[in-house]
């Protein structure tokens, strides 16, 4: 089953919601499948659009959530009223949540510390099936023992393998062990590990409405704004195009 997406740049975001990403996760665990989830936010279509082996993971993944407002502008451009903003931490906590589906859940990402504390939150206060942490050395990606890491996540019986580092990071250490896994859908989901202990907090409506959600999340506000700045003129570049494209008669999956 493939999830239709959507063009921005040189890349696909996937036609989605929260809930709909969830039901998507959960039957490609029902059919057994090895797959790579990435949640996309405007950084990574910029990324994408520069970087041709980071396009070439987000091209072949599952599905590309919308992470952020500014994607969710360029599909209402599209003319796509059915997409709506999938935040990484937002999914990882209802996933945990939910009692109903019987998955299983492997952590890859941030401190022992951090692990700790998530399974004493989730286990003992929503029994969620946390069947195993890893907190993984700080080292370049293609370092890493894909072999080890990946038997001590087949042998842990999870479904859903969550991945706590930044991006593009995150996506190139699922697209690098995914072909060591057995039926593991791999997810990359930022900082929501931190978010889900309350470590990091979300802005308030109004900021996440008009898409500065990222710099209000971490510290280093300043930072962020300038990014904010700068990338300003790929977002009205990347929405011109969806524009001339739809002008010239083009679909949104072209």
Known sequence: ????????????????????????????????????????????????????????????SYMNAPDGMPLVWMARLWGLKE?????GPELFVSMLKKKDNGLKHFL???????????????????????????????????????????????????????????TP?????????????NKKILIGVGAAFRYSIGSYKLPGGFAQKIGLTGMFMRKKTWKQFKWYLIHIRRLIIFSTQIIYRRFCGKKYYE
């Open 108 to 166: 890859i990402g941030d401190t022992d510390e951090i692990l700790e504390n998530i399974k004493l939150k989730f286990v003992q206060g929503y029994n969620s099936l946390i069947v195993g942490t890893y907190s993984p050395p700080f080292i370049d990606v293609n370092q890493f023992d894909y072999t080890s890491i990946a038997k001590m996540i087949d042998d842990s019986g999870a479904d859903l393998v969550w991945i706590s580092m930044t």
């Open 169 to 181: 990071k995150q996506d190139y250490f699922a697209s690098n062990i995914l072909p060591f896994l």
């Open 83 to 87: 997409v709506h903003r999938t935040m």
């Open 1 to 60: 089953m493939s999830v239709s997406k959507y063009r921005i740049g040189k890349t696909h975001i996937s036609i989605t919601s929260l809930q709909n990403t969830i039901a998507n996760i959960e039957n490609a665990v029902e059919n057994s499948d090895t797959k790579q989830v990435c949640i996309s936010d405007f950084r990574s279509v910029c990324y994408a659009s520069d970087n041709e082996e980071y396009n070439k993971i987000m091209e072949n």
